[in-house]
């Protein structure tokens, strides 16, 4: 069943009202009770939906609506403080196109211009005030709605990076902003404080700064050690470009962020924000994109101020990880090893840079922990390049008759029975010759990290499997020219390079070769550990289930696995059938245990040198390595390539070994 998205207007009317319903609640939880349920992302994301609604149906909107407001109200608690100038926001873009689109918009209305920029980097944190007089400070406050804040001097008094009084001779009137937050390390601390109290975890750092400026005791403040870095002078006539600005705020004793840039036109901006995107987890605090300031003072005044943004300015964000969506149908995929997959089938959107139109669901179990239904409006996440994934259901959006999904009893493709294992929440076609599993066998063994036969693709299995010419892995190397030929869209010379690459790969390394094979729960790390430790494919083929379940990370599960797929009548007829087509599984050589690395568990993250992951394991193990996938107590190194992932953090924390990509392919290279 397809869940109906196109909506008229009665379908739209009952939507807005629940989105309002559901924004609002969101909005009320983070502004004024310093809660957080979803992530900003998702938030904007609804808002977003929301907006697009009532374009499309301007005479839906009202005065109401969370569309026409922006920012939060200042507490009852804390005195009312009027802003001399309003305290604006910036516009957001985030992609190349929508700040070139920035740029030109802006040389429309002041051709003379100077379009240099200034770029620092936006943290994510709270905006605040800060007045002295005399060189003294007499007040701080919130940005509130932006025309009035909240008193909190009290508060930010505590806050050791702001000065009570400033450096030198001072103006009788100073007005800096900034911005306040909360280091990493900090906030994990006062989670693992709060984990051992039982009490409920924070969400996020910028969260905490905020909860903890807008309360009444100032000595939570003091013992939270916030910072501050400051990025604005409000009365700024006097300088000329925002860098100006930046040197008289260090004169003054301020903090000011250490990584700003001088820009010279967009493309050096871009650059900028695509260094800062993939080194923002070494930063001790968040980020979520950097500011771009057109740097000419006299530019930035002149283009003026459009609503509550400068036009002279942007927050060139990084894309969002996660994104509200709706569920427009269940799917299940039929895996190689038989796994019944459930897909979420989405309105397709834009998350992390990509847009989304699918997300794992897992298993049935998964769907029932998070109660997905076909009509719900869901979170999704994705990272990098980590497969989507759904965070969780909003249930207040959900309409009525939203269906729940029921695992099938019979295999969608090939209608044989599905069984659930005992142990796990994974259900599972029992049919071996099953289509589906065939193909998804076919592809995995041709891939780059199994047997690597290039140009061999997915759609040549597909059709190969098709017309009967293919049924398992082992027919591919019986192939002849002739019968590539024969198919639709090949040539002599095409035909050539497919059975040339096929052949190609007719020596396998017993490690490859096992891990080709696609048996259920054995990975590439896996593979290799059985070729080391066993070193011929006979060898494996009699071992017993107990002699394979103690290889190094193998265990129970896995050891059976293995047992169990050699013992097939299945593997036995495919084993000959390798061996009658020409495959040649060479036996692993007993590898030297000194090296480089000689005893050391290392972790990889990042690309090195255009290596695929298991080049460069291999590089490792040659060296006496032994490889594993997550950062722990145990990790002896960690090598670290271009663009990591968070494992650098966590390895520092744990104080490994780092190792930089450059040092590991100087050593590689080395015999
Ligand atoms: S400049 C017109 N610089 O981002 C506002 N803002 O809407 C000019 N922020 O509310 C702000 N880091 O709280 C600027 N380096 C930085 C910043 C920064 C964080 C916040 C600020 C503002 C929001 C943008």
């Given amino acids: 069943m397809l869940y109906d998205s196109v909506m008229n207007k009665t379908s739209a009317k009952k939507r807005i009202i629940k989105l ?65 100038q309003p305290m604006l926001s910036l516009e957001d873009v985030f992609s190349l196109e929508e700040l070139a689109d920035w740029e030109e918009r802006n040389r429309k209305i002041f051709p003379e211009g ?20 005399d060189g003294v400070l007499i007040e701080a406050s919130t940005r509130g709605d932006g025309k009035t804040g909240e008193n909190v001097t009290e508060n930010i008094k505590t806050i050791e990076s702001i000065p009570l009084s400033i450096n030198g001779k001072a103006p009788k009137e100073l007005t800096v902003r900034g911005e306040i937050y909360m280091n990493q390390d900090q906030f994990d601390a006062l989670n693992k404080e709060q984990e051992k109290l039982g009490k409920p975890l924070y969400a996020n750092p910028r969260n905490v700064a905020a909860g903890s400026i807008r309360q009444l005791d100032s000595k939570i403040t003091a013992s939270r ?17 925002h860098n100006d600005e930046h040197l008289a705020l260090q004169k003054y004793g301020f903090r000011t962020s250490a990584q700003t840039e001088e820009c010279i036109d967009l493309d050096a901006v871009a650059k900028y924000h695509a260094r800062w995107q993939r080194k923002r987890d070494s930063l001790p605090h968040w980020i979520d994109g950097v500011v771009v300031f057109i740097d000419d003072n006299k530019t930035f ?50 998350v992390a840079g990509t847009t989304v139109s699918r997300a794992t669901l897992h298993n049935e179990d998964e769907i029932r922990r998070k109660d997905v239904r076909v009509g719900d409006t869901v979170v999704i996440h994705k990272a990098g390049d980590i497969i989507p994934e759904v965070v969780r259901v909003l249930p207040k959006l959900r309409p009525s008759g939203a269906k729940e999904f029921k695992m099938p009893s019979r295999c969608p493709i090939c209608g044989a029975s599905v069984t659930k294992e005992k142990d796990g929440a994974i259900s599972r076609c029992v049919n071996k010759q099953c289509l589906a599993q065939q193909l998804e066998g076919l592809i995995h063994f041709v891939s780059r990290t199994a047997s690597d036969m290039e140009g061999v693709g997915p759609k040549l299995i597909e059709k190969l499997v098709e017309i009967g010419l293919v ?59 059985l070729a080391e430790k066993f070193l011929t494919l006979a060898n494996i083929q009699k071992t017993s289930e107990e002699e394979l379940s103690v290889v190094g990370g193998v265990g ?46 290392v972790v990889v993250t990042g690309s090195l040198g255009g290596l695929t992951r298991d080049e460069v394991w291999e590089e490792i193990r040659k060296r006496g390595g ?21 494992k650098v953090a966590k390895a520092q924390k744990l104080g490994v070994e780092i190792m930089d990509a450059k040092e590991f392919l100087k050593i590689i290279k080395e015999k």
């Fill in 225 to 241: 050690k916030l910072h501050c870095v400051t990025y604005d002078i409000v009365d700024d006539g006097e300088f000329n470009k």
């Fill in 471 to 529: 049924r398992d892995s082992a027919d591919l190397y019986g192939l002849k020219k002739a019968d590539i030929v024969s198919l639709e869209r090949f040539a002599e010379k095409s035909a050539d390079n497919i059975i040339e690459s096929i052949q190609g790969r007719k020596k396998l390394s017993l490690g490859r070769f096992i891990y080709a094979l696609g048996i259920q729960h054995v990975g590439s790390v896996t593979a290799t550990a």
């Fill in 20 to 84: 309002r319903e559901e924004i609002e609640y969101h909005r009320h939880l983070y502004h004024v009770l310093d809660k957080q349920e979803i992530s900003d992302s998702a938030l904007d994301s609804l808002k977003h939906e929301l907006f697009q609604l009532e374009q499309q149906f301007p005479d839906l909107i009202t005065k109401d609506s969370p569309t026409q407001r922006v920012g939060g109200e200042p507490l009852k608690e804390f005195e009312e403080i009027k802003h001399q």
């Fill in 556 to 601: 129970g599960i896995v050891g059976k696995s293995i047992f169990e797929y050699f013992q097939s009548k299945h593997a036995e007829e495919l084993m000959k059938k390798f061996e009658r087509n020409g495959l040649l599984v060479e036996d692993a050589v007993v590898v030297k245990r000194a090296g480089i690395f000689s005893g050391k568990t």
């Fill in 114 to 133: 100077s379009f240099k920029y200034y770029c620092e980097l936006k943290i994510d944190g709270l905006a605040i005030e800060l007045r002295y007089c």
């Fill in 301 to 350: 005044r002149r283009l003026g101020v459009v609503g509550k943004t400068p036009r002279g300015a942007v927050a060139f964000k990084f894309p969002a990880e996660e994104a509200t969506t709706v569920v427009e149908d269940i799917l299940v995929q039929v895996g190689r090893t038989g796994a019944l997959t459930p897909v979420a089938v989405l309105r397709p959107v834009s």
């Fill in 626 to 646: 032994k490889i594993t996938e997550t950062v722990s107590r145990k990790t002896g190194l960690l090598v670290v390539g271009e663009e990591p992932g968070s």
